[in-house]
């Protein structure tokens, strides 16, 4: 018997036929026809059972692979979940957490959230959630989500076990909108230069640009680090807050121009918390969409100094299209443009897996690791208000390259990391060792100062690392002792702090990507203004 009620051509008009409808007339009405023709004898004349949808999902989705690799589908069912990050928040609990020995961790309670005002801390165990046992059973993170999330104004009651006392605490929380933080760092880097690490461009990154800035003022911010490396993008309209924060009156930020859609120019207020002082960008190959539009922006105006390696060339734009069963079409409508006139939109007429593959591709051809090794795919030059040359085509240039050094990586290194070896070895040291280590440590510098992994912390690493199948490699272990080190300092600061104590670990003295030293140098020596940056 057929998994279908509603006849298969008439299903499959009715999910295709709104969304073109949406963009204008098709320009050939038989293709339409075509379709319906194909389904209709599938319906009526094909050999075995059809599931309708899973047909349609699978001819929609073939449909997009033929435009672009930004067009996609998403599944009513994966909806809420794709977007959540981009809205600012989701209603839960607001617990980071992590699953070490089969028991539920709290990596940290978010600031603000119904678990923190009810002291809900890093190092709590949960082990009941509404009475049942959660502990030691093989609980999966899927389900501590599916337990602890639900709308807001819903209760839920956790059994914790925290070290020090004897018997499981309880806690009735009830539900809150948990927000979601575009910004996952933000300290002074020296006593006048601030520093912020933005991970996303959600619905609430300009409020929190500003909030953050203000803060960093008024603990003496001259300059600013702007730290975009690994950031994917998000919203167009996101991107144009940020950069107006920095662009004086009147300026260009981005124009976007399609087929269907005409040139729309976007402007900076003059409003901006930062549109004087001397800035810094930091972008890599993983700063993508609304990344490369901020540094775009500021670059072209010599309004900062862009240090890192050529971000990943996404220079197109999206616009959701609601399809009727509630799923929906993220649909390419129109590029994007830097001031000077740049599509930096790299090349994908090779396929989607090309596309995909072109980070590894740069690793290859050594584009990471040597400036000679980059070949811009446009050598059309465009020209920066003070005459600077940049080129369109693949991605943003930055003004100092900054190459990786892959030499102490490893593939025991490399396992440790993707087994959660190291974040569940960190998180197991600083819940036996929280108190004395807050003890002996301050704040985040003097830990910076003068902790130091021990051969004793290291040997526990390579043993939990037995357990989880990694077998022992005194070689590997050598060559990336460096950044095993490094990582696993940055993990227990963490736990001990929050995640801008993460990254000043990282930052201070990476060995892998100096990005950071470099931005720090060239707002110390005469760099930036050898560089003609402008002060606006």
């Known amino acids: 018997m057929k998994k279908h009620h509603t006849p298969l051509p008439f299903l499959f008009a009715a999910l295709l036929l709104p969304a073109m409808s949406a963009l204008g007339q098709a320009q050939d009405p038989a293709t339409i026809g075509k379709l319906e023709a194909l389904m209709y004898h599938i319906d009526r004349m094909y050999v075995d059972s059809v599931d309708d949808n899973k047909l349609v999902e699978k001819a929609i989705r073939s449909m997009l692979e033929e435009l672009d690799p930004h067009s996609i589908y998403i599944p009513k069912e994966e909806l809420e979940e794709v977007n959540e990050p981009l809205k600012g928040n989701f209603e839960g609990i607001g617990i980071q957490f992590n699953i070490v020995h089969d028991t539920i961790y709290v990596v940290d309670a978010i600031a603000g959230g119904p678990s923190e005002r009810l002291g809900i801390r890093a190092g709590d165990r949960i082990v009941t959630i509404d009475k049942e046992n959660v502990a030691g059973i093989g609980i999966r993170n899927t389900d501590v989500m599916d337990k602890l999330r639900g709308p807001k104004g819903t209760k839920v009651t956790v059994g914790i076990q925290r070290r020090g006392e004897n018997e499981p605490l309880d806690f009735t929380i009830t539900r809150d909108k948990i927000p979601i933080y575009s910004i996952e760092a933000s300290y002074m880097a020296t006593p006048s230069v601030g520093y912020v690490k933005l991970s996303r461009f959600s619905a609430t990154t300009g409020k929190e640009l500003r909030e953050t800035m203000d803060k960093l003022h008024t603990q003496g911010m001259q300059d600013l680090i702007l730290d975009l490396q690994g950031n994917g993008g998000g919203y167009l309209r996101s991107a144009i807050e940020v950069a107006d924060e920095f662009l004086s009156d009147k300026r260009l930020i981005v124009y976007t121009q399609g087929r269907n859609a005409p040139r729309d120019n976007t402007y900076a207020t003059g409003n901006g918390h930062f549109e004087k002082g001397r800035l810094v960008v930091l972008i890599d190959e993983g700063s993508a969409s609304a990344s490369e539009i901020v540094t775009g922006a500021i670059q072209d105006w010599d309004r900062g100094l862009v240090i890192g390696r050529r971000s990943f060339g996404k220079g197109l734009v999206q616009r959701p299209v609601m399809l009727p069963d509630g799923s929906a079409v993220r649909l390419t409508v129109s590029r994007y443009y830097t001031p000077s006139g740049r599509c930096i939109q790299k090349s994908y007429a090779e396929g989607v897996e090309a596309y995909r593959r072109d980070r590894l591709d740069r690793l290859k051809h050594g584009e990471l690791t040597s400036l000679d090794s ?37 593939e025991q290194f490399g396992k440790l990391v993707r087994k959660g070896t190291f974040n569940t070895f960190a998180l197991t040291y600083v819940d036996e060792h929280r108190s004395e280590l807050l003890k002996r440590y301050r704040d985040v510098n003097a830990f910076i100062s003068d902790f130091h992994i021990d051969q004793g912390f290291l040997d526990g690493l390579s043993a939990a690392g037995e357990k989880d199948g990694i077998a022992p490699d005194p070689e590997d272990m050598d060559r990336s002792s460096e950044l095993i080190e490094l990582r696993s300092k940055a993990l227990i600061a963490r736990d001990l702090w929050d995640t801008s104590a993460y990254w000043q670990v990282i930052n201070t003295d990476n060995p892998v990507d100096n990005s950071y030293r470099r931005a720090i140098d060239a707002l110390t020596d005469d760099t930036y203004e050898r560089m003609g940056m402008a002060r606006q």
Do not use: C, E, Q
């Open 374 to 410: 980059i070949h811009p795919a446009d050598t059309a030059r465009f020209f920066t208000m003070n005459k600077r040359i940049v080129y369109g085509g693949g991605g943003i240039m930055p003004d100092l390259f900054v190459p990786l050094d892959t030499t102490m990586s490893s």
